[in-house]
């Protein structure tokens, strides 16, 4: 291992390159991201779309979208045996035990998310029996006595139908555990949802159930890649408030993926700005709104729409990353440019405690 | 309120496919005329008795003359050259186009949908590779290419089947392939993989139960028409043996009576009549079908 976590560290991600192939050309769109997410905190990582925020989500998971492919830079990992691991050097029979098990996501639209043709008591199952099956073999032992009636008795006995009845003990032992996540959820009447398909639930809804999924093994480290952009408002406090007592109850560090600074405001401990594929500060979360540093953070904070004053936005466009500008990639926006701006990329550097910035305003060489 | 219904979706799904295909009276007709054939088939032994120690397959004869003879009390659909047993052949005949109809249709889907979703699943450089072997056998006209096959596999009812499971998979990894990737770009394929599901997994319980309602529908519309290509390869003598129930054979015996005799141009209309309604009522029957299917399947044609 070329490098270790700290004690506090969960996850690191290290200057981290994905690159897109594309017929326009190669789409830079991350590059050198650093990020670290410390045990038990909320991680919010903000920026407008195209940022590279969601691959590197995916990325984390190693599930970065084709033609994305991982150019350079490492993600480490504890894992729940305490091994540090670089997720990207990892071979698809490990990832398949880490993914669901010990890092889960949520996503953006629930609606999408969950599989049309299954209930959703089947969905919470396919988790549960993916990471779970040793214990739920064990409470399927345990129903073994109480089922064996009727007809079960003799054909439990027949190679083919002993499958039959495990599968169906199986079954049983995993809709107690489901129901008990659906209440956790906060799902009423969970008897009737749990036999329910996506389509009949309201967004809301079914974003609970997304998130049951991503739960049922109690993971060490959540990604919600923007889970209440596509709900109401007050649907969205409703689920916003779920995971933050969720997080309490399963120990989980999360990473939540968000446009929106008031939600950032409301749940992270940290946050992570990006700007096209960088990673321009990051800051615990009062100090970025009181003290903000890199000039894209202003503006993005400026930005938030207030009663009273003018709507102020971001002049320019986010640049193309095929063709990303030289240098820091926000200088062509940014009121503050000098020369340096255009020739190096400044480097993140820690300005106060715990306080980083990627910004010559704010030193580096 | 109710959030939700008491019945089962599935159950209710099924109800309202049984509803759609009641309302309307071809797909009923397509739904009787199926049955009609399947217990035809099913209950052949009963229907036109095999004589003992022979092939039941091969027809039996009244004798060696050429010449047709019409329905008689013996023989109700009379016989055709040879003096073959047209009624035995043609109730026999129904299990032959059953066998080539539904083994061609399984295999080729089958190995369909395994390249289709391959394909359609991996993308990129595997998907170029399989969709281009694909191209090679839907190049040639499929009945000219199953031709070729038979002929360098010999001449049999098992080439047959072979060759047309041959030049018939590839439209079927098309479809599938289409389908496929439609499906993965749906976010549900990403959270099953987040969830930890293996390709495997995810391929067979996420992506194909998404992608099988189309394939349903083209196998049953396919069914009829593989029978009808089984039939000109038997026309044109690529087929079964001669004296086999096989309603393409059936045909290609009457081919020299279908001028009938001098003054007389319907005098042995038996021989290729009631062998052609009969594939007439067949190929219909699965189309009919087939059509009913769309219409109960396809969600932009049914609640209307």
Request: hydrophobic fraction near 45%; proline fraction near 7%; charged fraction near 20%.
């Amino acid at each position: 291992m070329n490098s270790m976590l700290d004690n506090a560290e969960k996850l690191r991600v290290k200057d981290l390159i994905v690159r897109f192939y594309t017929y326009e050309g190669i789409v830079k769109a991350v590059e050198k991201a650093n990020l670290n997410l410390i045990k038990g905190e909320t991680l919010g990582i903000v920026g407008e779309t195209g940022s590279g925020k969601s691959v590197t989500a995916l990325t984390i998971m190693a599930l970065t979208p084709p033609p994305g492919k991982v150019e350079g830079g490492s993600i480490l990992f504890q894992r729940a045996t305490g091994e540090v691991v670089d997720i990207l050097k990892l071979n698809e029979a490990v990832l398949l035990k880490i993914r669901g098990k010990e890092i889960s996501m949520i996503f953006q639209e629930p609606n999408a998310a969950l599989d049309p043709l299954y209930t959703v008591g089947d969905q919470i199952a396919e988790a549960l029996l993916t990471h779970r099956r040793a214990e739920m073999l064990e409470a399927a032992r345990e129903l073994e006595a109480v089922e064996s009636r009727g007809l079960w008795k003799i054909l439990k006995n027949i190679p083919y139908f002993r499958e039959r009845f495990k599968e169906k003990l199986l079954k049983k032992a995993a809709h107690k555990e489901i129901i008990e996540l659906l209440r956790l959820m906060e799902i009423p009447d969970p008897e009737r949802i749990i036999n329910a398909y996506p389509h009949e639930l309201s967004g809301g809804m079914q974003q609970r159930i997304v998130i049951a999924i991503a739960l049922a093994c109690s993971p060490a480290v959540l990604l919600a890649d923007e889970p209440t952009t596509n709900l109401d408002v007050t649907v969205q406090a409703q689920i916003l408030d779920l995971i933050r007592r969720l997080k309490e109850r399963f120990k989980t560090s999360v990473i939540y993926i968000t446009h929106d600074m008031g939600v950032i405001a409301e749940l992270s401990d940290r946050v992570a700005v990006m700007y096209a594929g960088n990673v321009v500060e990051v800051a615990p979360t009062r100090e970025i709104f009181k003290n903000p540093l890199h000039p894209y953070t202003k503006a993005l904070l400026d930005s938030i729409p207030r009663p009273g004053s003018p709507f102020k936005s971001i002049p320019g466009i986010v640049p193309n990353l095929v063709n990303p500008p030289s240098g820091c990639r926000f200088h062509p926006r940014c009121s503050y440019v000098m020369d340096r701006c255009i020739e190096g990329t400044p480097p993140l550097i820690e300005v106060s405690k715990g306080h980083y910035v990627a910004c010559f305003l704010h030193g580096g060489a | 309120m109710r959030l939700i219904d008491s019945e089962s979706p599935r159950i209710k799904e099924l109800k309202f496919i049984w509803k759609r295909l009641r309302s309307s009276p071809l797909s009923l007709a397509g739904l009787a005329i199926i049955i009609f054939f399947t217990l035809i088939a099913i209950f052949a032994p009963v229907l036109a008795p095999p004589r003992g120690g022979r092939d039941p397959y091969m027809m039996p004869r009244f004798g060696f003359s050429p010449t047709p003879r019409p329905p008689s009390p013996e023989a109700i659909f009379g016989t055709t050259e040879g003096q073959y047993d047209l009624y035995y052949g043609i109730i026999w005949g129904t299990r032959t186009a059953y066998r080539i109809g539904l083994l061609v249709v399984l295999a080729s889907a089958l190995v369909g949908i395994v390249i289709g979703s391959i394909a359609g699943y991996y993308k990129g450089v595997i998907d170029e590779v399989l969709m281009r072997i694909t191209d090679i056998f839907l190049a040639f006209p499929s009945l000219i290419l199953a031709m070729a096959f038979v002929v360098a596999f010999g001449r049999s009812l098992d080439s047959v089947t072979l060759a047309l499971i041959i030049v018939s998979w590839p439209s079927y990894a098309r479809l599938i392939r289409g389908e496929v990737l439609k499906v993965t770009a749906e976010d549900f394929v990403e959270a099953a993989k987040a969830v930890g599901c293996s390709d495997f997994r995810v391929i067979v319980k996420h992506v194909l139960p998404n992608t099988i309602f189309p394939l349903l529908v083209m196998a049953s519309l396919d069914i009829g028409s593989i029978v009808l290509t089984a039939a000109a390869l038997s026309f044109l003598g690529l087929g079964a043996p001669t004296g086999y129930s096989d309603w393409g054979q059936i045909i290609s015996l009457s081919r020299n009576w279908i001028t009938g005799a001098p003054g007389n141009p319907f005098a042995y209309w038996h021989t290729y009549i009631i062998p052609g309604v009969f594939l007439f009522l067949f190929v219909m029957g699965w189309n009919l079908l087939g059509d009913a299917l769309r219409d109960a399947l396809d969600p932009m044609m049914r609640r209307r």
